[in-house]
């Protein structure tokens, strides 16, 4: 499963549930979306974003990049680690399997500067 974000201008970046779904509880947590939009852009359906919400995604990744390991992940819960990835699926504890990588958030960073108008995830 795997959403695309497209901004009005045609940029375009796609990620996967693994990587998704931490971003959008890390991106709740912190409190630049509210609960209803991050869950709201967890269905596959189609949920717009202003040039607004874009800047505020970035700036705030920005700040958090700055102390998260280079290699590092964000778990499910918030926890980061440095601990590579080792690709197998764990039934025993599906928390497991989610992380949003830093080079994941520094591209979802990027295109989120690069988005005034705002961005479609679809």
Request: aromatic letters at 8%; hydrophobic letters at 40%; one cysteine or more.
């Amino acid at each position: 499963m795997g959403w695309d974000l497209e901004t009005p201008e045609g940029g375009r970046l796609s990620v996967n549930a693994w990587n998704w779904r931490p971003t959008l509880s890390l991106l709740e947590e912190a409190r630049v979306l509210d609960p209803e939009t991050a869950c709201l852009l967890g269905f596959n359906g189609r949920m717009t974003l202003t040039g607004a919400d874009a800047s505020r995604i970035a700036a705030f990744l920005d700040d958090y990049l700055g102390g998260l390991p280079e290699h590092g992940r964000v778990r499910l819960d918030g926890e980061v680690t440095e601990e590579p990835d080792d690709h197998r699926l764990h039934r025993d504890d599906l928390a497991l399997n989610y992380s949003a990588t830093a080079s994941w958030l520094r591209d979802l960073r990027d295109f989120c500067r690069a988005a005034p108008n705002g961005f479609t995830c679809m």
